[in-house]
């Protein structure tokens, strides 16, 4: 009989609560049955003889109190906030999560507790229309967080569930905002594309304008080419799991730096390289992929550095860490501290006015980014406006 009550408690309580843990606690609970039934008939505890009592065993025998023990022991396992509410909203009990997001407040009304206008609002609507027991609201200040609340009859009580769902919201938002971007970005070079085909006309044009025409048309078809590439390896640096291979960190340093030096020159930007320190150092990294880190930050700073200033790539040891740690630096526009801490999103771009005479999508960064963080490295970046960044990337030695 009770191993019976305590399933019947959970079947129930089943009910009213919609989360992938469920099964797992009901589980855990006839366990628990078991073995509280087998310490409490030694014990002779009161709670035993009233709740687990083949004489009593009946679910309506139990006093408030022990069924109030009995519903605090199973609502702790759960690991987001329960409130257990009278008929007036005032919290009789709820559980360790709830005491420790919003602090042990017992009998005191829940919008006391929660004070949020949102949440205070559809509480009130639901007082006068108790089928309005699942709401969404947010938290403004200083989180900026989303949450579900579902309410739900049970007994004497309301038992008020809090959700956090912050991480599906922004994830959602993002997903929406990269398409928006996505969309926008391959609009441009395309619409150019299609507009300049559709004037490629040999008979009106002499053959030296449609030639400028048919280059135009290349031009963006290798920009919407270079986006989707970009696209297609930020998307593989997300969902797969690459095996990581000691790579020789000065020979990609300048395998890079050979790319890059004719660029640097043409645009009468002295390049500075100080890497000799970290000759035969090798570090655990994802084949080729440090290559496109270091690619991407000496683009960025040739591509917001102005002619007749200086752009310095070096490596160094951070012997107390045993680390490596490659700079670059550049004496360009400099990034905002607005600008700083979304500098890595996908899509964005620092100062757009002027991003229109820069090639680039505002995806290298968010690679940069992903990358570093894959192979557990840090990237550092500091900068003052007007005078120019300095990019970090710190690893472990292998």
Known sequence: MAI????????????????KIIFIILFF???????????????????????????SGNYNSLTDVQLENYYQLLINHFDFPIFFLDKNFE?????SQAKLSYGKKILSPITS??????????????KNNDNLNNFLWKKKLPENKSYKTEIKKFNNFL???????????????????????LTHELKTPLSVIIGYLETINFEEFSLEENKKFIEIVNSKS???????????????????TKVKTKINLYQVINKSIKSYRELFKKKSINLIVDVDKIKNTFIEFTPNDFEIVLNNLLSNA????????SVTIAASFISKENQVEIMVKDQGIGISNDNLTRITEKFYRVDKSRNNL?????????????????????????SNLGKGSTFKVLCKLS
């Open 159 to 181: 038992v008020l569930q809090i959700i956090d769902l912050t991480k599906e919201v922004n994830k959602k938002r993002n997903h929406e905002l990269y398409l928006t971007n």
């Open 222 to 240: 290798l920009e919407m080419k270079n986006l989707i590439d970009q696209m297609l390896k930020l998307s593989e640096m997300e969902s797969l």
């Open 29 to 55: 609970e006839m366990i628990s049955g078991l073995i509280t039934f087998a310490f409490f008939k030694r014990k002779a505890s009161a709670l035993s003889n009233v709740a687990m009592s083949t004489n």
């Open 358 to 382: 820069i090639h680039g999508h505002g995806l290298g960064l968010a690679i940069t980014n992903e990358i570093i963080a894959k192979n557990k490295c840090k990237m550092l970046i500091l």
């Open 4 to 19: 019976l009550l305590l399933v019947l408690v959970n079947i129930i309580l089943i009910s009213f609560f919609d989360t």
């Open 91 to 95: 919290i009789k009990f709820l559980n």
């Open 302 to 309: 040739l591509n917001y550095s102005d002619s007749n200033t």
């Open 113 to 126: 507790v929660i004070r949020d206008y949102e949440f205070i609002e559809n509480i009130e609507k639901y």
